[in-house]
């Protein structure tokens, strides 16, 4: 068993301490961090970041009194951080302020779109139809999201064409701000098969009627911007990229036009999909 504290410098010259990974005991932890403050201060360390699993949070009141604040809290931990130069502004980041939405705008080749109605999302008492979509998870691309969130909430398979376009919107939860953005997808399959915990009803409606039915000025705007793709070809497309430090590729999205003006188009073997479906 480890009796000392375990640490490491990050690149901003920041001290990154996990007592969840370590075995020493909390008190000793706690007193081999008070002795390490004054050390790293002085030796111009800036941030110190502490994280916890929730079976030590027992200290946290010590912590605080050590002139730690919270960071940010997950399931299973938290993280505490303490700025050390009193001269210098504190330049520890906030946590991650946004969420990450995606939709599937699934359109056919009788140029219907696949829209649904959520159990427990309703307006003035009524349901309202929209996109399927849903959160981003950690490490997941936007088109991967999409067919992912699409194919559970629907039980349609997808591929994806392009973005069509994303909102911004502040004050979403919790004070975060939140990115909606809105793929073009091509069916693979046509047979709905909602999700019985969280879809009401799946319909695949006829563009015109989708427009009509919705009362959101955004997804109307969202099949403008479709109707303007199949019109120009133009619309933002996915590139990888070389990231900074050449360790990986990450996705560039910017906007251009097809080499070859994709339509979606109806899958092998398929000439007509189940309509509607409701749970």
């Given at each position: 068993m480890s009796t000392s504290l375990e640490f490491y410098t990050d690149r901003f010259n920041g001290v990154q301490v996990n007592l969840g990974t370590q075995s020493l005991s909390l008190d000793s932890a706690v007193e081999q961090l008070k002795a390490s403050i004054d050390a790293w201060t002085k030796e111009g360390k800036r941030g110190l970041w502490v994280s916890l699993r929730t079976d030590q949070s027992t200290i946290i009141p010590q912590l605080i009194n050590m002139g730690?604040?919270?960071?940010h809290a997950q399931p299973g931990s938290v993280c505490l951080t303490k700025w050390l130069q009193p001269d210098i502004p504190?330049?520890?980041?906030?946590y991650a302020n946004h969420y990450l939405g995606v939709a599937g705008f699934v359109v056919n080749a009788n140029n219907?779109?696949?829209?649904?109605?959520?159990?427990?999302h309703v307006s003035n008492n009524v349901t309202l139809w929209k996109l399927p979509g849903g959160l981003a998870e950690a490490g997941e691309e936007l088109e991967e999201?999409?067919?992912?969130?699409v194919?559970?909430?629907t039980g349609v398979q997808c591929e994806f064409i392009c973005l069509?376009?994303?909102?911004?919107?502040?004050?979403?939860?919790?004070g975060c701000s939140d990115f909606y953005h809105v793929c073009l997808m091509r069916p693979l399959s046509l047979e709905i098969k909602p999700c019985p915990h969280e879809i009401a009803a799946c319909q695949w409606l006829d563009l015109d009627e989708y427009e009509k039915l919705t009362t959101s000025e955004i997804n109307k705007y969202f099949v403008q911007k479709y109707r303007e793709y199949l019109?120009?070809?133009?619309a933002i497309q996915a590139r990888p990229v070389l990231s900074y430090d050449r360790k990986s590729m990450n996705s560039i999205y910017s906007a251009g036009k097809f080499a070859q003006h994709m339509q979606p188009e109806e899958p092998p073997g398929m000439t007509q999909s189940p309509k509607i479906s409701q749970v």
């Open positions: 730690f604040d919270y960071h504190n330049h520890i980041p906030g219907q779109v696949l829209a649904i109605q959520e159990k427990y999201t999409a067919q992912r969130e194919f559970e909430e069509l376009a994303f909102r911004h919107m502040h004050n979403y939860r919790h019109a120009t070809g133009i």
